[in-house]
């Protein structure tokens, strides 16, 4: 593989991206994965906590730090959104308000009254979703109309502006039973059900571009390679979604909708979870080959938390559903491997925002032209 890239020596400025919210989504999803992770679940209430206040104060951090950069400098919001690379990113602080709104309902009751919790949790989930579906229209639209792109352009980072809503239907679930009104709590499943619909048939769209790109032109071998990783998050949150939406349906439509919705985690969440595993293999391999060519720490390495986290909630639901060991083993390892690749992204962040480097974003980003080359 040989990259090209244009503008070698970008003019460099430090400021925050909306990229930096993907640790707030990699650090959440331990905290919900970790509390309903078969066989050890119930062990890992306080671990839980402690991460979900963590992830919560990085979110208030991240969304000052963002706030405060907007209005004293409003052109970088400008430019990022003008950015055809940049703008898909995005899709992040949605999720990220999502996934905290999760954790809201799973911790919240330590720090809360009953009532200030559901106040909290509820604007964090319609804030997040109302922002979630207005990327995942805006954001293509303006691919679409307005960014010049190569063919060889599409990249795991399309993906960010779209899995907003299948996270919003996922989370969404859980929030069904704090529903009063039973015509509502139809209401907000079948809305829930339409997100899924939204996201994962965009998703699919995009899968098949990446995969054409990859076919045709190979990767390019540098920072953009973790970013196929972000493919297991429609997948994983998919199932996720799948299952607790159908779980929730027992209690709030009559049957026979009911049992087809909840059979619905079995049927669609088992070919889904294979497709997964297959995928995470390819990425594997794709994600080894770029280290031996020394593949630089950047941001998207936080592409290895959240998508394998969803893939814990989603091993997590199936194993519910199907009461079957190899899924309950199959969601400790999968967590144990997000743990790893947390301590990873972490250490890297950490160290990059020490040195400076991952602070100092390109002015615009330079055009990557992958070539499928030698081993």
């Not at 690379?85 to 720090?111: E, K, N, R, W, Y």
């Not at 969404?172 to 619909?197: N, S």
């Not at 027992?250 to 919705?261: C, D, H, R």
């Not at 400790?332 to 301590?343: K, P, R």
């Amino acid at each position: 593989m040989t990259v090209n890239v244009e503008n070698v020596e970008p003019e460099l400025n430090i400021e925050i991206g909306p990229n930096w919210f993907a640790s707030v989504m990699g650090t959440g999803i331990i905290a919900n994965a970790a509390v309903g992770l078969p066989m050890v679940g119930q062990y890992l209430g306080q671990a839980g906590l402690v991460i979900w206040v963590i992830a919560s104060l990085m979110l208030i951090v991240m969304l000052l730090l963002k706030a405060v950069q907007t209005i004293t400098n409003p052109h970088i919001i400008k430019r990022q959104f003008n950015d055809p690379v940049m703008a898909q990113f995005f899709g992040a602080p949605p999720m990220a308000l999502l996934t905290i709104a999760g954790g809201t309902l799973l911790f919240g009751h330590h720090f809360f009254a009953q009532d200030t919790l559901m106040v909290i949790a509820w604007s964090l989930w319609i804030t997040g979703t109302i922002v979630g579906m207005m990327t995942a229209v805006i954001i293509p639209y303006r691919l679409f109309t307005h960014h010049e792109v190569r063919g060889d352009a599409a990249f795991g980072g399309w993906l960010m502006p779209v899995v907003p809503p299948m996270v919003s239907a996922a989370i969404g679930a859980m929030f069904i039973p704090h529903v009063q009104d039973t015509l509502l709590q139809q209401t907000l499943l079948y809305a829930c059900y339409a997100m899924f619909g939204t996201s994962l048939i965009a998703a699919m769209i995009i899968l098949t571009l990446i995969w054409g790109r990859l076919v045709h032109s190979g990767t390019s071998g540098g920072a953009r390679v973790p970013t196929l990783w972000l493919v297991l998050g429609p997948l994983g949150q998919s199932i996720t979604a799948a299952g607790a939406l159908g779980a929730v349906a027992l209690a709030v439509v009559e049957q026979p909708i009911a049992g087809s919705l909840n059979t619905m985690a079995i049927l669609y969440g088992v070919p889904v979870w294979g497709f997964a595993f297959y995928w995470s293999i390819l990425a594997s391999f794709l994600t080894l080959r770029a280290l031996r060519r020394k593949m630089p720490f950047a941001l998207t390495w936080w592409a290895f938390t959240f998508p394998v986290g969803t893939c814990v909630t989603g091993t997590t639901q199936l194993a519910l559903h199907t009461g079957l060991p190899a899924f309950e083993w199959a969601a400790v390892i999968l967590f144990a491997g997000l743990l790893c690749a947390w301590v990873i992204a972490a250490l890297g962040t950490i160290k990059g925002i020490k040195t400076g480097h991952i602070m100092k974003n390109p002015v615009s980003s330079p055009v990557i032209i992958a070539k499928k080359g030698p081993r």
